[in-house]
């Protein structure tokens, strides 16, 4: 079925109309003029408006790892609501937020055991930004206010999200109002150094040491913290070079830089251990989180900090006063914490967040994804953990437009995929099977022969 097809079948069952949505990520008159709605969900599959299964290659968007349906986080949901709906989190607290903190606390690395709840990735990044100046300050180093991120860095769409990211179509609108106080290490992915790696690339760590320049064009003492994403997602999965976070960890520490690894897509299982942080054996001094923090089923996040950090702030204030002036109406939302806690011991009890490395599913998949290096259009594949990246020629004069035809081609074939410029990027969930791997590999070959 093509798309064309598909909007024909969509009319047929009866679409909702739609001029008055506004669209997120989105483009709004092409999506409109043939859309695509999903309506039910269950385990590997989702269900489109016209009855057909698909597989979700993406988890939904990195975030439902422990597949869709799982009917004891609707259960508990369901419970929660009934029991208590809302309860306001500044001065008051209820039960199932310092539950499901310490169940959080419980898969954490190191001593990244104080745990701050938000809604999204967007809000931990900026949450944990502020974190960082509050921890200087409350040090008496009030002076490190300058945040470095990374080219091809996402960090979601708060104004301190996009400052400290590396998109150039997130930053473009809005470059006059970034946060000042901001600069950017080099990305690093080389496609002459690294193309076709498996796993972890061979080349790169030396770019680490770029941090050093940084720190002698703006003196340590103004530094607060480095943010990276451990492996970046949203800008075509790069994987970082061996040696090269253990790098970025040591230049922190011997300057007393804050380093904050963004674990919103690498986080709770994606790599075959809970954290990049274990799986690279790194470990940042804030860790932020959300999507799959509770399976996606409300909007969640957790922003995970050192205990020293916590006791510096909260120390650092007179005793009766509130020791940072940060927070969310809805953070740790009952609904949500319920949600958080029914997931993570789904996740314990299935052993979700080591079994893509325990049972051998990141080897199945490396090897699935690299069969494709003869596939049309490939000119790179990239994977870590149950994350693949690959990357088709641009079309001359038209970037992205091959990627975004693959996603269309794949959906009418029963395959979700994602795409990011010209890299098709896969994250499915955790449970995935062998076969189901199989098929999302044969989905995304033949789709690559029928396309220009
Ligand atoms: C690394 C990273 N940080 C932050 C975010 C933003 O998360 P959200 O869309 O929940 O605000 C994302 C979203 O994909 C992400 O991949």
């Known amino acids: 079925m093509d798309q064309a097809e598909l909007h024909r079948s969509g009319a047929a069952a009866g679409l909702p109309e739609m001029e008055q949505l506004w669209m997120p990520f989105t483009a709004n008159r092409q999506f409109k003029a043939a859309p695509r709605l999903l309506v039910g969900a269950q385990g590997m599959y989702y269900r489109a408006h016209d009855g057909r299964q698909i597989l979700d290659g993406t988890a939904g968007l990195w975030c439902v790892n422990a597949g869709h349906g799982r009917a004891e986080i609707s259960a508990a949901i369901a419970r929660q609501a009934q029991e208590m709906d809302y309860a306001p989190p500044f001065q008051m607290g209820h039960p199932l937020q310092f539950e499901a903190a310490n169940l959080l606390a419980a898969i954490a690395p190191g001593d990244l055991k104080t745990v701050f709840?938000?809604?999204?990735?967007?809000?931990?990044?900026?949450?944990?930004?502020?974190?960082?100046?509050?921890?200087?300050?409350?040090?008496?180093?009030?002076?490190?206010?300058?945040?470095?991120?990374?080219?091809?860095?996402?960090?979601?769409?708060?104004?301190?999200?996009?400052?400290?990211?590396?998109?150039?179509?997130?930053?473009?609108?809005?470059?006059?109002?970034?946060?000042?106080?901001?600069?950017?290490?080099?990305?690093?992915?080389?496609?002459?150094?690294?193309?076709?790696?498996?796993?972890?690339?061979?080349?790169?760590?030396?770019?680490?040491?770029?941090?050093?320049?940084?720190?002698?064009?703006?003196?340590?003492?103004?530094i607060a913290a480095v943010i990276v994403e451990p492996v970046a997602g949203s800008t075509g999965v790069l994987v970082p070079p061996k040696g090269y976070l253990q790098r970025l960890r040591s230049i922190c520490d011997k300057y007393g830089i804050l380093l904050i690894f963004?674990?919103?897509?690498?986080?709770?299982?994606?790599?075959?251990?809970?954290?990049?942080?274990?799986?690279?054996?790194?470990?940042?001094?804030?860790?932020?989180?959300?999507?799959?923090?509770?399976?996606?089923?409300?909007?969640?996040?957790?922003?995970?900090?050192?205990?020293?950090?916590?006791?510096?702030?909260?120390?650092?204030?007179?005793?009766?006063?509130?020791?940072?002036?940060?927070?969310?109406?809805?953070?740790?939302?009952?609904?949500?914490?319920?949600?958080?806690?029914?997931?993570?011991?789904?996740?314990?009890?299935?052993?979700?967040?080591?079994?893509?490395?325990?049972?051998?599913?990141?080897?199945?998949?490396?090897?699935?994804?690299?069969?494709?290096?003869?596939?049309?259009?490939?000119?790179?594949?990239?994977?870590?953990?149950?994350?693949?990246?690959?990357?088709?020629?641009?079309?001359?004069?038209?970037?992205?437009?091959?990627?975004?035809?693959?996603?269309?081609?794949c959906y009418a074939r029963g395959v979700l995929v994602r795409y990011t410029g010209d890299t098709i990027a896969l994250s499915p969930p955790l449970i995935i099977e062998r076969g189901q791997i199989d098929q999302i590999m044969s989905t995304v070959r033949d789709v690559l022969r029928t396309i220009d």
């Open 117 to 222: 709840f938000t809604n999204s990735g967007s809000e931990s990044v900026d949450s944990a930004l502020k974190i960082a100046l509050a921890y200087h300050r409350a040090r008496g180093d009030g002076t490190r206010t300058l945040f470095i991120g990374r080219e091809r860095g996402y960090h979601g769409v708060g104004f301190g999200g996009i400052s400290v990211g590396g998109m150039v179509a997130n930053r473009k609108v809005f470059r006059g109002s970034l946060l000042p106080n901001v600069d950017h290490l080099p990305h690093t992915y080389s496609a002459q150094h690294q193309a076709f790696s498996r796993g972890q690339p061979e080349w790169g760590a030396h770019l680490a040491d770029e941090l050093e320049r940084l720190v002698a064009l703006h003196d340590a003492s103004n």
């Open 262 to 409: 963004d674990e919103v897509i690498t986080g709770y299982g994606r790599l075959g251990a809970p954290f990049a942080a274990q799986y690279f054996n790194v470990t940042p001094d804030i860790l932020t989180t959300a999507k799959a923090v509770n399976n996606a089923a409300v909007p969640m996040g957790a922003v995970f900090v050192r205990n020293g950090i916590y006791d510096t702030v909260v120390h650092g204030a007179p005793e009766g006063t509130v020791e940072f002036f940060h927070g969310y109406t809805y953070s740790g939302h009952p609904l949500a914490m319920a949600a958080a806690v029914a997931t993570q011991h789904i996740y314990q009890r299935d052993k979700l967040l080591t079994r893509v490395a325990d049972e051998g599913i990141a080897t199945y998949w490396e090897n699935a994804l690299h069969d494709l290096s003869d596939a049309r259009h490939v000119q790179d594949l990239r994977n870590i953990g149950l994350i693949g990246g690959i990357e088709l020629q641009p079309r001359p004069g038209a970037p992205g437009k091959r990627a975004y035809e693959a996603f269309v081609g």
